[in-house]
């Protein structure tokens, strides 16, 4: 896919946010849909698979949460919350949900267009050694095709979970820094934990036998994340080992 080049749902029920969205978004040479309640943001979303959405949380109908749970039970396509709803426990919310990434109301035509470029970007991405299947335990991994499956049941995740678990996997038996993992996968830093630590959360739920006592990501705490790979002779290397490369 070809960055500037896809198609966008905005949802959102303030016309002016639409318009201004929408211009922005044609100028820079996407195609843009537009929904403005949550029945018809799920309708739409269904009818015509969308590169990225834009998600208000402030919808009739349905509200973007519900909106968003919704979505993922039928598409991984990548979820940009647009909300005048600041508040960490709400960005969590949405994070919970299944957005891959939050924008807080105003912003800038500027910043828009760079998280939406991100997000596509990360959506884009070929894996390296596409023939790569990686196994542990139940766990297969298939960086081909970007499948999981655990115990040979396919097991749905967003572009931004399916980033993060490749990130762990490829350091499978090294503890990975939170500022390390945010900057790959979010190009942010240490200031917005929430989206890491979500993540993770939403990860477990999906991979682990017993996601209050997990098996495969483990949290150290004060330093960040290490997967724990059956196959990995040395499961507690340093930290520095996996600074920024």
Same mark, same amino acid.
């Given at each position: 896919?070809?960055?500037? *080049?896809?198609?966008?749902? =905005? =949802?959102?029920?303030?016309?002016?946010?639409?318009?201004?969205?929408?211009?922005?978004?044609?100028?820079?040479?996407?195609?843009?849909?537009?929904?403005?309640?949550? @029945?018809?943001? #799920?309708? !739409?979303?269904?009818?015509?698979?969308?590169?990225?959405?834009?998600?208000?949380?402030?919808?009739?109908?349905?509200?973007?949460?519900?909106?968003?749970?919704?979505?993922? @039970?039928?598409?991984?396509?990548?979820?940009?919350?647009?909300?005048?709803?600041?508040?960490?426990?709400? #960005?969590?919310?949405?994070?919970?949900?299944?957005?891959?990434?939050?924008?807080?109301?105003?912003?800038?035509? *500027?910043?828009?267009?760079?998280? #939406?470029?991100?997000?596509? @970007?990360?959506?884009?991405?070929?894996?390296?050694?596409?023939?790569?299947?990686?196994?542990?335990?139940?766990?297969?991994?298939?960086?081909? +095709?970007?499948?999981?499956?655990?115990?040979?049941?396919?097991?749905?995740?967003?572009?931004?979970?399916?980033? !993060? !678990?490749?990130?762990?996997?490829?350091?499978?038996? @090294?503890?990975?820094?939170?500022?390390?993992?945010?900057?790959?996968?979010?190009?942010?830093?240490?200031?917005?934990? /929430?989206?890491?630590? *979500?993540?993770?959360?939403?990860?477990? /739920?999906?991979?682990?036998?017993?996601?209050?006592?997990?098996?495969?990501?483990?949290?150290?705490?004060?330093?960040?994340?290490?997967?724990?790979?059956?196959?990995?002779?040395?499961?507690?290397? +340093?930290? *520095?080992?996996?600074?920024?490369?």
């Amino acid at each position: 896919m070809t960055i500037g *080049q896809g198609r966008i749902l =905005v =949802v959102d029920d303030e016309p002016r946010y639409i318009r201004l969205i929408q211009v922005n978004l044609e100028a820079s040479g996407y195609e843009v849909r537009a929904a403005t309640n949550g @029945r018809q943001a #799920i309708e !739409l979303a269904a009818a015509h698979s969308p590169d990225l959405i834009l998600l208000d949380i402030m919808l009739p109908f349905k509200d973007g949460y519900k909106v968003c749970r919704e979505i993922r @039970r039928f598409s991984s396509v990548p979820i940009i919350m647009l909300t005048a709803l600041g508040r960490t426990a709400d #960005i969590v919310k949405g994070l919970d949900a299944g957005a891959d990434d939050y924008i807080a109301k105003p912003f800038s035509a *500027q910043e828009l267009l760079a998280r #939406i470029r991100a997000r596509m @970007r990360r959506a884009g991405l070929a894996e390296p050694e596409p023939d790569a299947v990686y196994k542990t335990n139940d766990l297969t991994l298939d960086m081909a +095709s970007h499948r999981l499956f655990i115990s040979g049941e396919e097991i749905c995740l967003t572009p931004t979970e399916y980033r !993060l !678990l490749v990130e762990l996997v490829r350091h499978a038996g @090294r503890v990975l820094v939170s500022s390390f993992l945010l900057e790959q996968i979010w190009d942010t830093d240490q200031h917005e934990p /929430q989206l890491l630590w *979500q993540t993770i959360h939403r990860l477990r /739920q999906k991979i682990e036998p017993d996601p209050s006592n997990p098996c495969y990501i483990q949290t150290r705490p004060g330093i960040g994340y290490i997967f724990l790979d059956s196959n990995t002779d040395s499961p507690h290397r +340093s930290a *520095q080992e996996t600074l920024p490369r």
